[in-house]
């Protein structure tokens, strides 16, 4: 099985027809996905302007929204180099026992779901690496009461959602299931709150 930088060769590589350089970039979401492969698809879609079906799109833009998606893997993988030290640390110091900042770090292994979007057309616009970087900025300083990928402070408690954890904070604004440590417990406690609002208005 091809990895993501064997996968990223044939992207760029233009002796690869494009439809192969469309699938081999299609296929590197397997390997790295921050907000899940369907969403972050759309993302790239959106922001480099390919037609989600279009077999033979523009390289230059398959290889800009390879460029993003690279970008962003560069950073999630040295935020993987640096947990590792640190968990090497705290065993050192007697820590065996992971928190639940490690259990939420433990579902998103590999960096698949690291901003998991459930609706694959709502997702933040900002640049992948960018997201990455406020969500990674707010697990290392500490738990707020909004969403560390756009501010919005207006979050909601879902279920059902097809990703591990199945349930979670969603921000209404950009559309991703926010980390649990990232939220204060009052913010969490809102946003239980606004989802038995939410089901009230509609009973």
């Not at 694959?120 to 969500?135: E, K, N, Q």
Request: with cysteine; glycine share 8%.
């Amino acid at each position: 099985m091809a990895g993501f930088r064997s996968l990223a060769r044939q992207v760029r590589d233009p002796r690869c027809d494009l439809a192969l350089r469309r699938y081999s970039l299609r296929k590197c979401l397997e390997r790295f996905a921050p907000y899940g492969h369907r969403a972050t698809w759309d993302h790239l879609c959106s922001r480099h302007r390919i037609e989600p079906e279009d077999r033979a799109p523009d390289p230059a833009r398959l290889v800009a929204a390879l460029d993003e998606l690279e970008e962003a893997r560069a950073v999630w993988l040295a935020y993987e180099v640096e947990f590792a030290r640190r968990r090497k640390r705290e065993k050192h110091d007697g820590l065996r026992r992971p928190g639940s900042f490690d259990d939420w770090h433990r579902r998103t292994w590999g960096g698949f779901g690291v901003a998991w979007c459930d609706d694959p057309s709502v997702h933040p616009v900002a640049p992948l690496g960018d997201v990455l970087r406020r969500l990674i900025s707010a697990l290392e300083s500490g738990p707020g009461a909004g969403c560390p990928v756009c501010a919005e402070s207006e979050i909601v408690w879902e279920q059902g959602l097809a990703h591990d954890p199945w349930f979670g904070p969603v921000c209404t604004g950009c559309g991703i299931l926010v980390p649990q440590p990232v939220l204060t417990p009052e913010a969490l406690a809102e946003s239980k709150r606004a989802r038995r609002r939410e089901l009230a208005s509609v009973a």
